[in-house]
């Protein structure tokens, strides 16, 4: 049995899935949600497609993994299930960027407004747990720009195929190119927020 947890194309999950059939190797696509530190939390969500006897064999293993193990069906569409839970991602972190980087030029601190972003309705696990990175400006890698900017074109080119118009997807995408292209490619990609300060005319205060 193969169980392969890489973010790829459908099309390349098929090829994967043909060849393993072909050795008589029976074949999930078993994509996750999770760096290093949630794994350490035991916060991993993993996505699984394939034959459903094969994931009942296999479903206890891997919930070891983390909090959540949803099958989502056969084929490849686990690998689509998490293609679209990066795009979100960048989307959602590009939004965060401007929002702050508005409210710091308002003369708001980053502190004060993520702290606030963070106890409304709109907070969330991930605000709260990118909210250092922002508020000090601590770009350690957790998910690099070049890999977003790899599941992005894979989001796009799914959206494509399957004639779904996703025009933030298509600008998060081009301003996570141009952040590549100034030079931020060994950071976490929650550098957007120099991008969209310098672009805003500002320099983000030191906490």
Known sequence: MLIDSSTVSTRMSALIRRESAARGTDF????????PKVIAAGKLTVAVTGPREVFGRVE??????????TYVGEGEVARLVKIAHNVFLGVVTQSLAEITVLAEKGGVSRVAFLEFLNDSVLGSDY????????????FTPTFTMPLLRKDLDLGLSAARELEVPMPLAAATAQ???????????EEDFATLILEQARNSGITPASR
């Open 127 to 138: 605000t709260r747990y990118k909210s250092p990175a922002l508020v000090n400006l601590d």
């Open 175 to 185: 301003l996570v190119a141009g952040a590549i292209g100034a030079g931020h490619v």
């Open 60 to 69: 206890p293993l891997l919930a070891l993994l983390g909090r959540g193990v």
């Open 28 to 35: 999930l696509a078993a994509p996750v949600s999770g760096n």
